[in-house]
């Protein structure tokens, strides 16, 4: 067994990694000329007794990871920065494979119907449409373990895995077990779905900015050009951002020569990043709303400064800081190393960006108040309040989760109806709303309400873009 004096050495050194990679990324000295000259410094002293204090006190036996990954929290907290945090290896291993855009698994998309991770469907020449996995099908063991009821995230992390390796899948299709055998292969995301609307308006929708978004952009306009479309709608509408360079390129696509974002770091110097094309040859509308942050926002702030389109919706989300992340571990560190300015040199940090035709969904709770989709861009906490929380109950009232009065504050209630809601989505019940409980809300609530109500954003979009072109 390590001893204590051991774990503490390998703390100190995982600290000292960690205070050189964030004062490397934000200009910061920790430690003055003084203090850098001691032996050993304060802040090494008060580690010690720290965890030599917890350890007493406690009996608190952690690995020094454990005590490297708890002062790092500690540390990212003192920073006071929403959007600098510390990412655990799963968390670190998702935010991987959202923005290389690719990994090893068997392609199905599923979902949670009471015990059972259920199958929505399956990827167009996946290896489960291979294997004959069928929609409905639900899945009960995974290389005879049995996933009844331990929730869809866990089930998601064992059918992924390295490419060429194999799994025994056991399905309940119809209450008959079907057992299936699935070789994983590389499964690419593809975050642009485009289609055509009526009178051959193109319509486009790009649900995150990873490192194949361009690209993907950029095949979808072609095949639609191909159909002679009259005009585009493209649809950014709860799309939390993603990689700062795809949403650079995404706007030098769709407006002409000149700045399309203005980025400035934490020393203080500005860059200034230019379309050199002559933007889209079609009318183009933009559908925002209150989930769209970051580069869906560097976007949105581009074509409505540079006059290329207009912008359909509500309020974003306000998000204009750029996050650095790296590696650390088996984790990753999340931190805040610039801001950016739309090209008018407007900061839309807290703010947004206001749309030029106001347009709310057709979502109202009992009480007539209007509902929108929660933001996936931070997690909401026990202590929280604001708007954002405020409307985080109205969904949770809207679904049956809450009674009583909407306040704003994320109280004891809240905290049991969002555990509750995890419990039934087979999600960690915490009952804090982190991004994966705030997605499926956002799912919860548009399944029940856009089929009756219809889309009243995208048919203004539509309005206004016959508008145009006539």
């Not at 949670?112 to 489960?128: I, K, N």
Request: charged share 25%; proline share 4%.
């Amino acid at each position: 067994m390590m001893s204590m004096g051991n774990v503490k050495t390998k703390v100190a050194a995982l600290i000292l990694i960690v205070i050189l990679s964030c004062t490397a990324l934000q200009g910061l000295a920790l430690f003055t000329m003084e203090e850098e000259q001691s032996r050993p410094p304060i802040f090494y002293e008060f580690l010690d007794r720290t965890i030599d204090r917890i350890h007493e006190d406690t009996e608190r036996n952690g690995s020094a990871s454990w005590w490297a990954e708890a002062i790092v929290r500690g540390l990212l907290r003192m920073i006071d920065d929403p959007y600098s945090r510390f990412l655990d290896s799963s968390e670190y291993q998702d935010f991987l494979d959202d923005m290389i855009g690719t990994f090893g698994g068997v392609g199905v998309v599923i979902t949670q119907e009471g015990d059972y991770s259920t199958v929505v469907r399956t990827l167009p020449d996946g290896p489960a449409e291979e294997a004959g996995v069928q929609p409905g099908d639900r899945i009960y063991s995974i290389d005879n373990e049995e996933v009844v009821g331990v929730g869809l995230q866990y089930v998601s992390h064992l059918l992924k895995g390295k490419v060429g390796t194999e799994l025994d899948i056991v399905l309940l299709r119809n209450d008959v077990k079907e057992q299936v055998n699935i070789t994983r292969d590389t499964i690419r995301v593809n975050t642009v779905e485009s289609s055509l609307l009526e009178d051959h308006h193109g319509y486009v929708r790009i649900s995150l900015f990873n490192e194949h978004t361009t690209r993907n952009l950029s095949q979808a306009l072609y095949e639609l050009q191909e159909k002679n479309i009259k005009g585009v709608i493209l649809d950014l509408r709860d799309n939390p951002g993603g990689l700062l360079n795809q949403g650079i390129e995404v706007a030098k696509l769709l407006v002409p020569a000149g700045p399309v974002v203005h980025v400035e770091k934490r020393s203080g110097k500005m860059e200034t990043y230019e379309a050199k094309g002559e933007g889209l040859p079609w009318p183009l509308v933009v559908l925002v709303n209150g989930g769209s942050a970051s580069a869906s926002e560097i976007v949105a702030g581009a074509v409505r400064d540079r006059q290329a389109g207009l912008i359909v919706g509500t309020q974003t989300y306000g998000k204009g800081s750029v996050q650095s992340v790296f590696g650390l571990g088996e984790g990753g560190l999340r931190i805040t190393m610039a801001n950016y300015l739309t090209p008018n040199r407007e900061h839309i940090e807290g703010v947004g960006i206001r749309p030029d035709v106001l347009v709310y969904p057709k979502i109202t709770d009992p009480q007539g108040a209007r509902i929108e989709t929660v933001p996936v861009v931070k997690t909401l906490r026990p202590g929280d309040q604001g708007k954002e929380v405020e409307n985080l109950q109205r969904i949770l009232l809207y679904l049956g989760f809450l009674s009583g009065e909407v306040a704003g504050v994320y109280d004891q209630d809240t905290e049991e109806a969002i555990r509750e809601f995890q419990q039934l989505m087979g999600l960690s019940a915490d009952g804090t709303a982190d991004r994966e409980t705030l997605s499926e809300l956002n799912y919860a609530l548009l399944a029940q309400v856009i089929p009756s109500a219809g889309d009243a954003q995208l048919e203004k979009a539509l309005e206004m873009l016959k508008q145009k072109i006539q």
